[in-house]
């Protein structure tokens, strides 16, 4: 393995630390990464509030803890938009019952009445 292979899978490391709640590699302290973790994980769900307060004010303060665990499970993928993440995250919340799916189409997608 090159260095460069090494430098690159310690990465993946630190970045499993921070965003997935994996452990903590060698080298690193473990105190300053999960106060890292904490504050990426926070502006995480303050833009998803920003994004989607509509999921913020249905969840009430469940919002938070919710958003939380599913977050851990579910890190940003690298090539997604965070209204696409925040899509998966509503799913999320209609497939574990934590939220009913509405009921009927948003305004804009039915079709005009003749």
Do not use: C, I, N
Request: charged share 30%; proline share 7%.
């Amino acid at each position: 393995m090159t260095q460069r292979d090494k430098l690159a899978a310690r990465q993946r490391e630190l970045l499993r630390a921070l965003l997935a709640g994996g452990q903590v590699p060698a080298g690193f302290d473990a105190h300053r990464v999960a106060v890292e973790a904490r504050a990426l994980q926070s502006k995480r769900r303050s833009v998803a509030a920003r994004l989607r307060p509509d999921l913020a004010e249905r969840l009430g303060t469940e919002f938070r803890p919710l958003f939380d665990t599913w977050a851990l499970d579910h890190p940003k993928p690298v090539d997604s938009s965070f209204r696409a993440d925040l899509d998966r995250f509503e799913s999320w919340l209609y497939a574990g019952g934590h939220l009913d799916p509405p009921r009927t189409l948003r305004r804009w997608l039915r079709r005009p009445a003749r």
